[in-house]
């Protein structure tokens, strides 16, 4: 579904936008879908980058100290 939305730009934007459209063959109102398509879909990565970060850094991890083949007192001489 598309929805239509109306935006308030400069003269001189909007007279550089219609020459840009026209180079690409396409419509000032493609080339700001697309703006924004880029800019929703980099926001949507970097929250999920966020989210798998925090997720990986916040997992506990369960150590097996039975496997150990010292002492603590190993550790320091003394």
């Known amino acids: 579904m598309k929805r239509n939305i ?3 730009i400069e003269e001189h934007l ?3 936008a219609k020459v840009l459209a026209a ?3 396409t419509s000032i109102s493609q080339l700001l879908a697309d703006k924004l ?3 929703v ?3 949507k990565e970097i929250l999920k980058a966020k989210k798998d970060f925090l997720r990986i850094t916040q997992k506990k991890y369960k150590l097996n100290y039975s496997s150990r083949t010292f002492k ?4 320091y001489e003394r």
């Open 6 to 8: 109306t935006i308030t």
């Open 14 to 16: 909007a007279k550089e």
């Open 23 to 25: 180079k690409k063959d």
């Open 37 to 39: 398509k880029e800019i």
């Open 41 to 43: 879909n980099s926001e």
């Open 72 to 75: 603590r007192n190993d550790l």
